[in-house]
């Protein structure tokens, strides 16, 4: 059974730091371009950032570039999300996905293209 689980958010004040982790089990994602999403109170789901299967390409909403860094360590199966300079706009829940096609040469922002879902972790941003 695959699964896709998320941890490491919280209440932070603004301006500060979390750090989010997605760890997968149930297959390798080593090969696989992996993202994240977010969803505000009232908002649809929305892209954050996608890193592709070998590490080396990463790629970021304009809202987060700068300030996001997200990462992957293979060997353990799983993502991070950085995220810095934190503003009250960045409260959501925050999901990490797996695009289920091998060695894919196009980093996705869409959510259909991803095919593997975790449950989600609640960052909220407090003034």
């Known amino acids: 059974q695959v699964q896709l689980v998320e941890s490491g958010g919280g209440v932070v004040q603004a301006g500060g730091s979390l750090r989010l982790s997605c760890a997968a089990s149930g297959r390798t994602f080593s090969r696989n371009n992996m993202g994240w999403f977010r969803q505000a109170p009232g908002k649809e789901r929305a892209f954050v950032a996608a890193?592709?299967?070998?590490?080396?390409?990463?790629t970021y909403a304009d809202s987060v570039e700068g300030r996001f860094t997200i990462s992957r360590d293979s060997a353990k199966n799983t993502v991070y999300l950085q995220m810095d300079s934190l503003k009250l706009e960045d409260t959501a829940v925050y999901y990490c996905?797996?695009?289920?096609?091998?060695?894919?040469?196009?980093?996705?922002?869409?959510?259909?293209?991803?095919?593997?879902w975790g449950q989600g972790t609640q960052v909220t941003v407090s003034s």
């Open positions: 996905a797996a695009d289920s096609r091998v060695f894919s040469m196009i980093l996705q922002s869409s959510r259909g293209s991803y095919d593997y």
């Open positions: 890193i592709k299967w070998g590490g080396a390409t990463t």
